[in-house]
């Protein structure tokens, strides 16, 4: 009897044993790094959070020249273009900062995000509906990255060798080397700068006065053997049909020594 007795007392030990030895398994398992995972996912969402894009509303062309003439001045030391053209392509492309892409993405110069674009963007309806532009936490980061477009590509490589300041050259080379679809974006940047003076700004960079040889100031061209209506468009960033109406001209033909007027 007592030998039961003895044999039951041993067995219940040896299953309380087993039993507190398998409840320190179970409790001491949980202990991993599981509090260590959870911060970093959390500290990488944080990371990931844009900033507020911050832009600024101008009350006139003259007001968003002022603001921006000395980002213009610098971009034309460091990158030699023109702080005219700069100006020019910055009051025509963002409505002198104020249109709808601009105030959303401080992106003054129309600039697409283009393949290896890997800062911000949103989407804007342009040559096509949706397209990709690019996102700049600052108007100014807008102006250092139209000059970081214009001299990483190749196609715009033979305005750099125009002379200094030559923005009438530039405003052709430009669209020449497809910036903008627009046919008479040459015009319309040279009747800017001449209108507000930006060239002045040019001219404080290089410390000298500079003349273009032919500017649409002169308001007249006068036609030479080989012209046409198409090759002086092209010339002058208009379109033949500008050219027939400032001259109420019914046909397509000129003679040599004709003077065409170019603006009205």
Same mark, same amino acid.
């Given at each position: 009897?007592?030998? +039961?007795?003895?044999?039951?007392?041993? =067995?219940?030990? &040896?299953? %309380?044993? !087993?039993?507190?030895?398998?409840?320190?398994?179970?409790?001491?398992?949980?202990?991993?790094?599981?509090?260590?995972?959870?911060?970093k996912i959390i500290e990488k969402q944080v990371e990931e959070v844009p900033k507020e894009v911050k832009s600024k509303l101008f009350s006139s062309t003259e007001e968003y020249?002022?603001?921006?003439?000395?980002?213009?001045?610098?971009?034309?030391?460091?990158? +030699?273009?023109?702080?005219?053209?700069? =100006?020019?392509? &910055?009051? %025509?492309? !963002?409505?002198?900062?104020?249109?709808?892409?601009?105030?959303?993405?401080?992106?003054?110069?129309?600039?697409?995000?283009?393949?290896?674009?890997?800062?911000?963007?949103?989407?804007?309806?342009?040559?096509?509906?949706?397209?990709?532009?690019?996102?700049?936490?600052?108007?100014?980061?807008?102006?250092?990255?139209?000059?970081?477009?214009?001299?990483?590509?190749?196609?715009?490589g033979k305005l750099f060798n125009f002379e200094q300041g030559d923005y009438v050259s530039w405003a052709k080379g430009l669209s020449e080397a497809g910036y903008a679809t627009?046919?008479?974006?040459?015009?319309?940047?040279?009747?800017?700068?001449?209108k507000f003076n930006l060239h002045t700004y040019d001219t404080e960079v290089l410390g000298k006065e500079f003349m273009p040889i032919e500017t649409l100031s002169n308001k007249?061209?006068?036609?030479?053997?080989?012209?046409?209506?198409?090759?002086?468009?092209?010339?002058?960033?208009?379109?033949?049909?500008?050219?027939?109406?400032?001259?109420?001209?019914?046909?397509?033909?000129?003679?040599?020594?004709?003077?065409?007027?170019?603006?009205?």
């Open positions: 009897m007592k030998l +039961k007795y003895l044999f039951i007392l041993v =067995l219940s030990v &040896g299953l %309380l044993s !087993s039993c507190k030895s398998k409840k320190q398994i179970v409790h001491s398992q949980p202990k991993k790094v599981y509090p260590k995972v959870e911060e020249i002022s603001f921006f003439k000395d980002a213009a001045i610098e971009e034309m030391k460091l990158y +030699k273009i023109p702080a005219s053209i700069t =100006l020019a392509q &910055g009051i %025509l492309e !963002s409505t002198s900062g104020n249109s709808e892409l601009t105030l959303r993405s401080n992106n003054h110069f129309g600039i697409k995000c283009h393949k290896g674009w890997e800062g911000e963007h949103t989407f804007h309806d342009d040559d096509e509906k949706g397209e990709c532009f690019r996102v700049y936490k600052d108007p100014k980061a807008s102006y250092r990255d139209h000059s970081l477009f214009l001299t990483s590509r190749s196609r715009y627009d046919r008479r974006y040459p015009a319309k940047l040279i009747g800017l700068i001449e007249s061209h006068l036609v030479e053997k080989g012209d046409t209506l198409y090759s002086i468009s092209k010339k002058y960033g208009l379109t033949v049909d500008d050219i027939k109406k400032f001259n109420k001209l019914s046909s397509n033909d000129i003679s040599i020594g004709q003077t065409l007027i170019l603006i009205k």
